[in-house]
């Protein structure tokens, strides 16, 4: 079946505490993004790779870090937590799209995380 | 830079009404539009998507939107809403290059 997974799905943590979301995906795809979801703020882009070993800020990249040393992996770091990271993530991927077009995304089904 | 604003953010209807949400973008190249669902506990997933041609774009489940661009506007529609449309619309606008923006979101509440 193809799909975007996300572990762990649900994590409460200390602030300060480094921790890791990991995020894959089988379906060959060459752009992966993460977006953050807050009440009333819609999905913000944290970061987002083109391919392997290429990434790029998005418009909430602080206090964040990503790789994509694989294709289908692209793991998010947050490695000093803190309260106002608290937020449910989402990891996306897609194919390139032709000549302008862009495709749509495929969602993962999100890791809601709580820093204290 | 680009942006997408959403103008309703919670909207209550009784069944067989008529939705339609509005979307508004800013962005200053080549647009790519989409309507994204998440369901209650569920993926968010595409509705419809506009990149050219036919403005008029029909997508999943009868939803459908068109795409006017001396409004900047991407508006949702749906003749008849259900109780299973109870859902958070969100409107995105997104480059080739990899960058994404998506409205605040609309709670869409269906009443049966």
């Known amino acids: 079946e193809a799909q975007v997974t996300q572990n762990p799905r649900y994590l409460i943590t200390v602030t300060g505490k480094k921790l890791t979301v990991t995020c894959s995906q089988n379906?060959?795809?060459?752009?992966m993004s993460w977006y953050r979801q807050d009440p009333g703020l819609g999905l913000r882009q944290i970061y987002y790779?083109?391919?392997?070993?290429?990434?790029d800020k998005g418009d909430v990249p602080e206090g964040y870090k990503v790789s994509r040393k694989e294709k289908r992996n692209f793991p998010l770091i947050l490695e000093s937590p803190s309260p106002n990271q608290t937020s449910l993530y989402f990891c996306?991927?897609?194919?390139?799209?032709?000549?302008?077009?862009?495709?749509?995304?495929?969602f993962g089904p999100g890791t809601r995380l709580t820093v204290l | 830079a680009q942006s997408v604003s959403q103008h309703n953010h919670h909207v209550i209807l009784s069944e067989a009404a008529s939705l339609e949400l509005g979307c508004n973008y800013s962005y200053g190249g080549t647009v790519n539009l989409f309507w994204y669902v998440q369901y209650p506990g569920q993926h968010l997933q595409l509705l419809l998507k506009?990149?050219?041609?036919?403005?008029l774009v029909k997508g999943i489940k009868g939803f459908e939107a068109e795409f006017i661009k001396s409004k900047f506007s991407f508006n949702l529609r749906k003749p008849s809403v259900q109780w299973s449309d109870t859902a958070e619309y969100f409107c995105a606008v997104s480059t080739n290059a990899g960058k994404s923006t998506f409205g605040d979101g609309t709670t869409l509440t269906v009443k049966p």
């Open positions: 996306a991927s897609r194919k390139p799209g032709l000549a302008g077009a862009v495709n749509e995304q495929f």
């Open positions: 506009y990149f050219s041609g036919d403005p």
């Open positions: 379906m060959n795809h060459e752009y």
């Open positions: 790779s083109m391919n392997v070993e290429v990434t």
